[in-house]
């Protein structure tokens, strides 16, 4: 049975006390319904407060039950105690324990909670200060990259094929984009585009200033993109946004103005895409994508670094805390 130390027993209708003849460190179980649990190192009183029986004895037996369940169920070396017991007793020590593992599994599930919110917290807390890339993005851009390398037999992630320029010369000739082109060329930005795209053909890093509204967050990386696929030359463009709403808003636009359908952000038929924090868009055709910064400052603690990308755009970088 239980380890007791010269224990002295008291007991009355609906009370059971043991005292220890040395105090002990044990862990007792005192939620058990209809009985008031008062344990301390050298004692521990059970007392029915609220169970009624039709007879002393099994008021007794009650009781005594609830004080083995207090003192042996925290143990696992006494968990299988209660076969000793007669039947009935032995149901009710039996629906103690349920009740205990219920309460257990409760409490198991509210910490689980309690930590998931923490972690939350922490990833939306790094995600702002740009730190975080999800494994799903990263597969993807490792299968982008392992599709490019076993099509072209060596490990060059972007290369220059002869129909690139096809490519693009047909998606720019459909109505779609001709339509959507009329309403770009009104923004101010567009009357400095060959200028801009002069300044970055020739230098390594181009600060562009412009008023709000100007079209600075879609036309550039929509006029790098055509420059480059009208010349037939392969790249990868990534704009950084400070915020996930921004990339996903932006991404959509540029879509948009290419004249893509409504669907086809993302996939096969587009060459736009996005990539935040739990959510990726993108596909091996994507030649331009807008992420949040985070994802690009994991891709550069990563061993591959930016040796993909062609072209890195800085959005909204006033707003950079490391600037």
Not at 232 to 251: D, H, M, N, V, W
Not at 253 to 263: D, I, Q, T, Y
Not at 297 to 316: A, F, K, N, P, Y
Request: charge should be neutral; proline fraction near 3%; charged fraction near 25%.
């Amino acid at each position: 049975m239980y380890k007791l130390v010269s224990p002295t027993v008291y007991s009355c209708r609906h009370s059971l006390t043991i005292f220890w003849s040395k105090e002990l460190n044990d862990e007792y179980d005192c939620e058990i319904a209809g009985v008031v649990c008062t344990v301390s190192a050298s004692r521990a009183n059970y007392e029915a407060t609220s169970v009624a029986a039709i007879s002393i004895e099994q008021s007794e037996n009650f009781i005594a039950t609830a004080a083995l369940f207090g003192l042996c169920a925290p143990s696992t070396k006494e968990e299988k105690i209660y076969l000793r017991l007669p039947p009935n007793w032995r149901d009710l020590y039996r629906d103690l324990l349920e009740c205990r593992k219920t309460r257990i599994d409760s409490m198991d599930r509210d910490t689980i909670k309690y930590f998931r919110s923490l972690i939350q917290d922490q990833l939306e807390n790094e995600e702002s200060d740009g730190v975080v890339l999800t494994s799903r993005f990263k597969m993807r851009n490792q299968a982008a990259a392992s599709s490019s390398t076993s099509s072209s037999g060596h490990n060059t992630p972007l290369r220059s094929f002869d129909g690139l320029k096809d490519v693009w010369n047909q998606k720019a000739s459909t109505p779609a984009y001709q339509r959507m082109l009329s309403g770009r060329a009104t923004l101010p930005v567009f009357g400095f585009r060959e200028p801009i795209l002069a300044t970055i053909d020739k230098h390594q890093v181009t600060i562009i200033c412009g008023e709000t509204g100007c079209g600075k967050s879609t036309q550039i990386p929509s006029y790098l993109l055509e420059h480059e696929l009208s010349q037939g030359k392969s790249c990868k463009i990534f704009c950084t946004e400070p915020r996930r709403i921004s990339a996903i808003s932006l991404a959509q636009r540029v879509s948009e103005e290419l004249g893509e359908g409504a669907k086809d952000l993302g996939t096969f038929r587009s060459l736009v895409g996005y990539a935040i924090r739990l959510e990726t868009k993108t596909s091996a055709q994507t030649r331009l994508v807008f992420a949040t910064v985070g994802i690009v400052l994991r891709m550069l603690e990563s061993s591959g670094g930016l040796e993909e990308v062609t072209h890195l755009i800085i959005d909204e970088v006033h707003e950079r805390r490391y600037v």
